[in-house]
């Protein structure tokens, strides 16, 4: 009997019509004879494929290694990564305070101080890849420092102060100054790359950097987009007041605010509003991004308030919910991560929220003067900067603190990325604060 015919056999056993009546001993002919057939075990049943040969373990092999080269060719085609990385202002284009990382173990030590020619004000912060430092200050001059000594790579000079936190992209270093300009710097030797007028006000906004394109507001309320790597306007916006702080972007959305209230959410694309909301006299902080909402703290340089935190809803801009600081002085957002929005304070203290609700969770005083306006955050330690001219490390989970380094000035924001803290103060110092078991001159206490 050939295979063929065993097949049959077993098709007719199976489904024979009902106008037929089998054989009683039929299945144990059937069986008799496929004991009896040479059975071809090479071959394998792959349903309307017929009978085709089993894969011996040499042809398994040759399949897994091909499969291998085609994984290895296709992570090789894509472009290198950087991973020593910060490239602006409170970790990323949703200003979270989220760092790179890591942050020091232990109580960090001086690694280096230098001194340069201009204030750093704390609404900027020191940006830092592939093993160099970059800073603007408020002489206008720009410079690349090495990280691991401090030595001066290059400088250039702008002509006009900075006042806010560049951003890095790709191969350039982009920053606003006083005199109306954003000005695109190479990040190798300095050379200027473009430089683009946004009208003759003052830009002391942080830029702000997201898939290639550059956003920044000024002085006298125009918001602008630029094309990163060429300067050209893209779109402009009329905020309704002055932007004296950075943006912050998600999910193709760009929130800013203004002074006199005005907080808008602009389609990053278009420039064209989403939505606009008032949040009563003075000026708004830097935003944070989350999930669903995007925090802001309200009020600033207001004599009366609020002076608070609000929670605003990112499809339609109404309010969720507010938190005072109970002192009554202005609170920011901090930083979100962990489940928890952190609040800073002029009062000294930090206020650890639920993000969902504002309810307060924890606090802590940090500082006798003002705390730094934002924080940074790496995993499950919390950096914050003060008037009282230290920086210093908190438990993100409880609000327990860990240490307290002291400076020369009033610290800006710190960037926590390979084992260090950089930042630079009001007196011009930049500061590396290591890691100890990298070795150095001990900074703290």
């Known amino acids: 009997m050939t295979m063929n015919d065993r097949d049959a056999l077993i098709k007719l056993a199976i489904s024979a019509p009902r106008t037929v009546e089998a054989p009683a001993d039929l299945g144990e002919a059937i069986f008799r004879q496929i004991r009896v057939t040479k059975q071809e075990r090479g071959l394998v049943r792959l349903g309307r494929l017929g009978w085709v040969r089993r894969l011996t373990p040499a042809l398994v092999t040759v399949a897994l290694l091909v499969l291998l080269a085609l994984v290895v060719i296709a992570i090789g085609s894509r472009p290198p990564q950087r991973p020593h990385l910060l490239s602006e202002y409170h970790g990323g284009p949703d200003r979270t305070g989220i760092m790179v990382g890591p942050g020091p173990r232990g109580v960090p030590v001086l690694a280096w101080d230098v001194t340069r020619p201009g204030p750093l004000p704390f609404t900027t912060m020191p940006l830092v890849q592939d093993g160099r430092v970059y800073v603007a200050d408020g002489s206008g001059t720009v410079a690349a420092l090495d990280a691991a000594t401090g030595r001066t790579l290059w400088e250039y000079s702008t002509g006009s102060p900075a006042r806010g936190a560049p951003a890095l992209l790709r191969d350039l270093l982009i920053l606003g100054t006083d005199a109306g300009h954003v000005i695109a710097l190479s990040i190798a030797d300095g050379a200027p790359a473009w430089d683009q007028a946004i009208g003759s006000a003052p830009i002391s906004a942080s830029v702000l950097e997201a898939d290639g394109q550059i956003y920044v507001g000024n002085a006298d309320g125009t918001f602008v987009a630029l094309d990163g790597r060429t300067g050209a306007r893209l779109w402009a916006a009329d905020v309704g007041g002055s932007v004296t702080r950075g943006a912050a972007l998600a999910d193709g959305v760009v929130y800013v605010g203004a002074t006199g209230g005005r907080f808008s959410a602009l389609d990053a694309t278009t420039g064209r509003d989403r939505w606009r909301v008032e949040l009563g006299p003075g000026e708004e902080g830097t935003p944070v991004v989350g999930p669903g909402a995007v925090f802001v703290g309200r009020g600033l340089l207001a004599p009366d308030g609020p002076h608070d935190v609000v929670a605003l809803d990112r499809a339609d801009g109404t309010t969720r919910w507010t938190f005072p600081a109970p002192s009554g002085r202005q609170v920011l957002p901090g930083a979100l991560a962990n489940g928890l929005l952190y609040g800073v304070s002029d009062d000294g203290s930090i206020y650890a929220l639920d993000p969902a609700s504002g309810v307060l969770q924890w606090t802590v005083a940090a500082a006798a003067a003002q705390l730094?306006?934002?924080?940074?955050?790496?995993?499950?330690?919390?950096?914050?900067?003060?008037?009282?001219?230290?920086?210093?490390?908190?438990?993100?989970?409880?609000?327990?603190?860990?240490?307290?380094?002291?400076?020369?000035?009033?610290?800006?924001?710190?960037?926590?990325?390979?084992?260090?803290?950089?930042?630079?103060?009001?007196?011009?110092?930049v500061y590396a604060l290591r890691d100890p078991a990298l070795g150095s001159t001990p900074a703290g206490s």
Request: hydrophobic share 45%; net charge negative; no cysteine.
């Open 372 to 429: 730094g306006t934002l924080g940074a955050i790496v995993g499950n330690v919390l950096y914050v900067t003060t008037a009282d001219r230290n920086v210093q490390a908190f438990d993100a989970t409880t609000g327990a603190h860990l240490w307290t380094v002291d400076v020369v000035g009033v610290p800006t924001q710190a960037a926590v990325v390979d084992g260090s803290l950089f930042l630079g103060t009001s007196l011009g110092h």
